[in-house]
């Protein structure tokens, strides 16, 4: 049976118990990584596992918080001794500055030992993503407005985001199609929740959900009638800290047919 463990739901700031956004699938195809922010091999580690016991890595965006750990899950699979390959599904836009950063930490890939197979979601520069199959699982990537929501947000923020073509500025959410049976949708990071529209046109199991970007009661009164049977909210914005109780009676006195829960760093699910 698959399940589904919060490696890291912190929203993008340092806060005390928390770490940056990464989950872990165990499957029947091999244990898989959404996201890897920091310090996501450290925790995997802290759960019994190693580096090189992560078969295949699914980024969403490119955000420091979503990425950040992804050098030393490497650099933990070249020490273990790592000799099979691992593929990296994602944005095509990051991949030569993720190849420049690896080269600038001294992992060149050539160095590690093993094979990393890079797959961008685009089959070439400005094409649409496409969805992929790895070793049986099924994977839609559905474009998110978040990063075009950041670079509109104040005239420093347009200024800045000047520099980029609207092809850089790629960020996802991912569907996953488990091979026992499962759909699990994560939403990466939205602008609001109308980007979950075509992810959620076919029924998901589980859908795991940030919840920093936008109103609270835009998400709960958008999710009435959606088809999901489980919600987990994650990337909590720091407001909400300390006011969990309050938001959870909120959840489930506007969803009470749903199975929604916060989710918390180490919380493994059944799936």
């Avoid at 699979?77 to 599904?89: A, M, Q, T, W």
């Avoid at 569907?175 to 994560?186: E, H, K, S, T």
Wanted: hydrophobic content about 45%; charged content about 20%; proline content about 10%.
């Amino acid at each position: 049976m698959s399940s589904l463990t919060f490696l890291g739901t912190a929203p993008g700031v340092p806060l005390p118990g928390q770490l940056c956004s990464s989950a872990l699938l165990e499957t029947p195809a091999g244990r898989v990584l959404v996201d890897v922010g920091e310090p996501a091999a450290f925790t995997v580690r802290d759960l019994g596992w190693r580096s090189s016991d992560v078969a295949a890595v699914f980024i969403t965006h490119a955000h420091s918080d979503h990425i950040g750990g992804l050098p030393m899950l490497l650099q933990g699979g070249f020490v273990e001794g790592r000799k099979e390959p691992l593929p990296i599904f994602l944005p095509r836009c990051i991949l030569a500055p993720l190849r420049a950063w690896l080269e600038a930490v001294y992992l060149p890939e050539d160095f590690l030992g093993y094979e990393v197979q890079w797959h961008p979601w685009e089959p070439a520069e400005g094409a649409d993503a496409e969805p992929v199959t790895w070793n049986g699982i099924a994977v839609t990537p559905t474009p998110t407005t978040h990063l075009e929501q950041v670079f509109s947000s104040s005239e420093r923020a347009r200024a800045a985001g000047r520099r980029y073509r609207p092809e850089q500025l790629r960020a996802y959410s991912l569907a996953f199609q488990l091979p026992d049976g499962p759909r699990v949708v994560f939403s990466g990071d939205i602008a609001k929740p109308e980007d979950l529209a075509v992810p959620l046109e076919t029924p998901a199991d589980v859908l795991v959900t940030e919840f920093c970007h936008f109103p609270a009661e835009a998400m709960l009164g958008w999710l009435k009638d959606r088809p999901v049977r489980r919600v987990f909210l994650t990337h909590l914005a720091p407001f909400l800290f300390g006011g969990i109780e309050a938001l959870e009676a909120q959840v489930h006195a506007t969803l009470p047919g749903v199975d929604i829960r916060v989710a918390r760093e180490k919380m493994r699910v059944e799936l």
